[in-house]
């Protein structure tokens, strides 16, 4: 099994930053893409971000240059930098890992949500 602990919610003004952080971990042979997703309430969850293990991302048009997603693998870990924060970003964000894990099965884990409330 896969464990996904999140931290770094919380509120903050428009136009302020805050930082996720996601830490994986388990029996995890190999960590493949990771990234992550919003759902605000009411609406459906949808990603936000994604980083593969080659280090390439792809963002939401409604985050692009705002939000910059990066993943330290030795620590098992995906972070989300979230830069001139908007009341429409308000939302639970939600981490989600792919991998292989040492019985060879591949999951994708998603995490337990941490909160962003951006007031404006």
């Known amino acids: 099994q896969v464990q996904l602990v999140e931290s770094g919610g919380g509120l903050v003004q428009a136009g302020g930053s805050l930082r996720l952080s996601c830490a994986a971990s388990?029996?995890?042979?190999?960590?493949?893409?990771m990234g992550w997703g919003s759902q605000a309430q009411g609406k459906q969850r949808e990603l936000v971000a994604t980083?593969?293990?080659?280090?390439?991302?792809h963002y939401a048009d409604s985050v692009q240059g705002r939000f910059t997603i990066s993943r330290d693998d030795a620590k098992k870990t995906v972070y989300l930098q979230m830069n001139s924060l908007k009341p429409e970003d308000t939302a639970v964000y939600y981490c989600?890992?792919?991998?292989?894990?040492?019985?060879?099965?591949?999951?994708?884990?998603w995490g337990q949500g941490t909160q962003v409330t951006v007031s404006s």
């Open positions: 989600n890992v792919d991998t292989l894990t040492l019985t060879g099965t591949r999951l994708r884990t």
């Open positions: 388990g029996s995890i042979l190999r960590i493949n893409p």
């Open positions: 980083v593969t293990n080659s280090g390439n991302t």
